[in-house]
Each structure stands twice: as C-alpha cells, then as structure tokens.
C-alpha cells in the first residue's frame, strides 16, 4: 500500500474511532460494541480487500500500553483487598475452562487432540476489559467493577502462557511439572522485571520536571517492561500490568500533579484509539476468515455451532465456578464481626502496654523487645485490618453482583489475537481461528448489549457518591491544615486569610468562592475588578518587599497543601476511605497547588508582585 494511502486509512480509522465513542455515549451502548459491526459491514463491501493484521502487532505492540494504561488507575487498596478473588479467576477459571473446552473440543472437532482443544480452550477463556466500560457507566457496585478489571489484567497473561504450553505439548510430549514449572517461571520473571521498571519509572520521572518529557518517558514503560520478559521467556504482559501497579500505587507521592494531569489525559487518548482500533479491525478480519474456512470445506455453518457450544461452555463453567465463590466471600462478611472483636483486643492489650511503657512498669528487657514505633506499625496495621472488614461489610458481593460478574466475562481482541499465533500446521486452523471470533463477537454482542439491562433488572445501577465518606476525609485534611497554619507567625496567617486562602479542604470550595474570586481580582484591571495599587510613588525597595512577602505567603499556601497531602497519603496507607474518594481529594490538592503555581509564574513573567 502506498504511503499516502496508508495515512488516508489512519485518517480514517480514527474518525471512525471518535464516531463511534459519542454515537456509543448517546445511545449508550459500548463503543467497542458499534466499532466491531462497522468494522464487520465494512468487510463485507466488495471493493474493500481483505485485511488480515500480524497477531504480534497486537499481542506485542497493542496490548502492553492497554493493559499498562489500565493497570496504573487500578485502585491498589480495592485490588489488594480482592486479590484472592481476582487470582482465582485470572488462573485457577482459565486454567479450569480451558481443560473442560479442551475436552469439548477434542469430541466435536475431529482430527483435534486433547492438547490443541485446550490451546483453543485458553484461547476463548480470557475476558475483556470492555465489560467494565459498561459497567461503570452503569453504576455498578465499585467492587465488583474491581474484580472485573483486575481479572482482565491477569487472566490474558494467564491464557496465552496455558495457550503457548499446549502449543508445545502438542508437538512434542511434555509432563504435568514441566507445564507447572513453565508458568510459575513465566509469571515470577514477570513480575520482577515489573516491579524494578515500575519502580524505576517512578525514580526518573519524578526527577524530570517537564510534563511533556515526562509523558514521553510514560510510553516507553509497558515496553521497557514487556520486552525483556518476552525476551526471557516469561508473560510480557505480566510484567507491563505488574509495572502499570507499581506506578499507579506511588505516583501521588512521586509525580508532580502537572504529571499525573498530563498522564491522564494522554494515555486516556491512547487507549481510546488502540482499543478502537483493536475491535475495528476484528470486524475487518470476519471476511478473511470466512473465506479461509470455505477454502478448508469446514464450513461456516460448523463454525458457529462450536462458538455456541464454546460459548455456552466457558459461561457455564464461569457461573459453577463463581456460585461457590460469592457464597465463600458471603461466608467470610458474617465473619467479620468476630474477626472486628478479635482486633479489638488486640488494640486493648497495645493500650494497656503503652500505659505501662510510660509508667516504666514493664519487665526488664520489655522495653527492648517492644517500642512505641513498633506498637505504632502493629497499630497501623489493625486500623488497615478494621477499615478491610468494614470494606467487606458495606460492598459485599453477593448473589446480584456475582450474577454480573458471570455474565460480564465477554470474550475480545485478545481471543482473536491469540487465535492467530496458532502453528499453519495446526489441524483445523482456519476453523479454530473463525471459531474464536464468532466466540468473541457473540459475547461482545449478547453479553454486552443485555449487560445494562440485566443490571437494571437486578437493582444494581445508579451506584452515587459517598457523601458521608467526603464529609469525613474534608474533616481530616481541615484539621490537618489548621495543625500546619498554627506553625506560621500571625502576620502570614493574616495575610493567607486577607488572600483568601488557603481552603482547608475540598468540601469549602464553594464556601470560599467568593474569597478566592476576590483573589483572582487582583490581577486584573477595569471595570468591575479590584483596581490595582498605585504604582506612583513606590520605590523599588517598597516592590521587592511586597514580592517577598507574597512569596512567603505563597510558600505558606503550599506547605499546607503538602501537610494536607501527607494526611492523604497516611489515610490511604490506613485504607479508611475508598479509592474514589481518596482520588477526588487528591484532584482537588493537585487542582490547588497547579493554580498557585500558575499565578506564581504567570507574577514572575510580568514582574508584578502577584495576590
């Protein structure tokens, strides 16, 4: 294909990406959903060639940035909390489909054997994050959506270490521990290289002051992650997803809020575009498969008999495998009540140890043993503890949620992709590989288009704001700022209060709106605005003594900010409030600080001597 003609067909693409998202949000249905039928109805335009995309493209070069982008705004508090429940369906369900379509497989398709069955059993076993799109706009249960989306950042990984097992089990024999030890060491090398380049990600950028080179050095992560475990034989998508965590948990300590403002937007637009063009091109490729399986006389017709079957198999394993887990967490909330009891007197006897610590009534040696610090992080860690049964209380999964949860497991690009790393000499291919999509794109069809429905039959939609949960953490960081102003001298907390500022928490906004318009003022003239100060008859001296006044007003402005952010940062570590929450504080510091920031500059350039 010609050069400008290649640029047209990106052109192209896009539009046809940014079509479908605001047609998606005014009808409310999925974007990915729209893109795979346009792409399906465009395939099968005459005129239009067949289009067959290099699985590696995909596997290698889309699904690491995708699954980084997603890994990084995981709620690390919430995936930590669930993470048995998350491992548990991103393994134990994959493995445990694959080998019941494995067998179903080898029966219905002849000339199959067990080990190929089970490669294109993991091949149809991995979901899709597009299930949580919906979901989210829903407002389904934050937990739930937790699951979901931790369980489509694991369960891909999972899927093609069992798929490239089969693979090599059906060429050559290959024993249960071999195929145990391959991806124990595929998922360990994994998660180590991402966790050294996550952490080193967050080392380098969080010495780069410039938001563009900062967001620049983001893209490479997924990649500087990826390749090197692909390279040594381990999940290059574990690592990328494993890296994505690590950055996501530290990046409000690391990463200057201009960053993480600038990260946000720009990963959001490239996973906009790579997850369209994922699923556009999965409808592009329907005409080519068609044609290759009527080429290899297996017929069309066959082929979506053994999707349905596939698909009612992974679906009926899914629900036998979730029914005893949503009884198992059930199980484990009444629970909490003992468990709560059991803390609390834990927290007794640290009480009671501490009086005696400052009565010095210990035993000889107790003072060694046990200090005030360690009692400190003992007592940490049972507020932690209390806050995670009071999270397994007010969220609980139940039969409502685990009924979305089942039906949300919709298959996507990542089912295709894998479809087509399977060897040419594979018996079948052409038929496993129309298999899988009709798999993928009934699922995304039925699946996702009776998803808002079957939640608005279950009651679960319209999920709202914690407001008691904001209320609270405002409390928390007003007294912290308060406990910070108190440092100051009574000249620069009057000039902070004459500034308007600074707001003690994010649920004063509106209350000191007025104050903070009035601040605005001061840096512009005409009618209706503050008038500026005369400028005849000062002196140099009188202006260099207002600029540095101001400046230490603004550097008391600031180091509030930070004490409120360490307060932010202590109760996140508790795990008091829900990430939501946590996240809406810390959009407001970061919206404070930047806008302090910007007068800052914007003073210095004119050299005015900035409000």
Known sequence: MEPLALLLVGVVGVLVVAAATVAGNRLQVAAPLLLVVVGALISLVPAVPEFVLDPEWILAGILPPLLYSTAVSMPA??????????????????????????????????????????ALGAIVSPTDAVATQIAKRLGVSPRAITVLEGESLLNDATALVLLRTAIAAAAAAVSF????????????????????????????????????????????VPFLA???????????????????????????????????ISDAQNWRLVELLLEGAVFLVMGLEIQALIDDVREDHSGVGFAALLALFALAGV???????????????????????????????????IDRFEAALEEGS????????????????????????????????????????????????????????????LPTDTPSRSLMVLVAFFVAAASLLLQGGTLPWLARRLGLTGGGIDVGERARLSAELGAA????????????????????????????????????????????????????????????????????????????????????????????????????????????????QISIELRTEGADESGAAPA
Do not use: C
């Open 226 to 260: 990826a390749i090197p475990a692909e390279e040594l034989g381990a999940s290059g998508l574990v690592a990328a997803v494993t890296a994505g965590l690590v950055t996501g948990n530290g990046a409000a300590r690391y990463l200057r809020p201009e960053h993480r």
């Open 362 to 421: 210990l035993p000889k040696g107790g003072e060694r043993r046990a200090s005030k610090r360690d009692m400190s992080r003992i007592r940490a860690r049972i507020r932690r503890m209390s806050a995670d049964l009071d999270y397994l209380e007010a969220a609980p999964l139940g039969w409502r949620e685990g009924t979305i949860v089942v039906w949300a497991g919709m298959r996507g690009a990542v089912t295709l992709a894998a479809a087509q790393t």
């Open 481 to 592: 700022a308060r406990e910070k102003l108190d440092e100051f001298s009574v000249d620069i907390r009057a000039k902070l209060a004459a500034a308007g500022g600074p707001k003690l928490s994010p649920e004063s906004e509106e209350a000191d709106g007025e104050a903070a318009e009035h601040e605005t003022a001061g840096h512009e003239t005409g009618e209706g605005k503050m008038p500026a100060a005369p400028a005849a008859r000062r002196s140099p001296s009188d202006d260099e003594a207002t600029r540095q006044a101001m400046q230490r007003v603004r550097e008391a402005r600031l180091a509030v900010l930070e004490a409120q952010r360490e307060a932010l940062h202590r109760a996140r570590r508790t795990g008091v409030y829900g990430s939501e929450t946590l996240t809406w504080a810390l959009n407001w510091l970061d919206a404070e």
């Open 315 to 349: 679906l009926l394993v899914r629900a036998a495998y979730v029914a005893p887990l949503v009884w198992g967490l059930s199980r484990r909330s009444k629970r909490a009540a003992g468990e709560r009891e059991r803390l609390e007197l834990a927290e007794e006897r």
């Open 77 to 118: 508090m919430e995936f930590r909390r669930d993470f048995r429940t998350i491992g548990g369906l991103s393994v134990l369900l994959v493995v445990v489909s694959s080998l019941v379509l494995g067998l179903l497989f080898d029966w219905l398709i002849p000339g199959v054997g067990l080990a190929t069955g089970i």
């Open 177 to 220: 521990w071999e195929v145990i030890g391959q991806f124990v060491y595929a998922v360990a090398i994994a998660v180590a290289i991402g966790l050294v380049v996550g952490w080193l990600n967050l080392v380098v950028r969080h010495r780069v002051r410039d938001a563009a080179v900062n967001t620049a050095i983001s893209f490479t």
